[in-house]
Nanobody, 112 residues
């Protein structure tokens, strides 16, 4: 079973940028569709971006044009480049292959 470790979160001012990483252990990463979810306090976890094995991407309207998802199959790692961050982006961010258990997530806080 593949496990994921998210990293790269932190505190950033509005308008700033962060790059999140999702490192996968085990085999099968390159043959898996992958996604990023986030969960803000008091809200449900929501899908914000996904990427297929062939590199096709999906973005939620709330992040479209600001976030870019990519993957490096050789490194078993997926990235989420987040630009023009807003306070509304504050949440715990999780990566997933839509099959396995959730990881610990990484906290992103956007505040001045």
């Amino acid at each position: 079973q593949v496990q994921f470790v998210e990293s790269g979160g932190g505190l950033v001012q509005p308008g700033g940028s962060l790059r999140l990483s999702c490192a996968a252990s085990g085999s099968g990463f390159s043959s898996s569709n992958m996604g990023w979810y986030r969960q803000a306090p008091g809200k449900q976890r929501e899908l914000i971006a996904s990427i297929t094995t062939t590199g096709n991407t999906y973005y939620a309207d709330s992040v479209k044009g600001r976030f870019t998802l990519s993957r490096d199959n050789a490194k078993n790692t997926m990235y989420l480049q987040m630009n023009s961050l807003k306070p509304g982006d504050t949440a715990v961010y999780y990566c997933t292959d839509f099959r396995g258990p959730w990881g610990q997530g990484t906290q992103v806080t956007v505040s001045s």
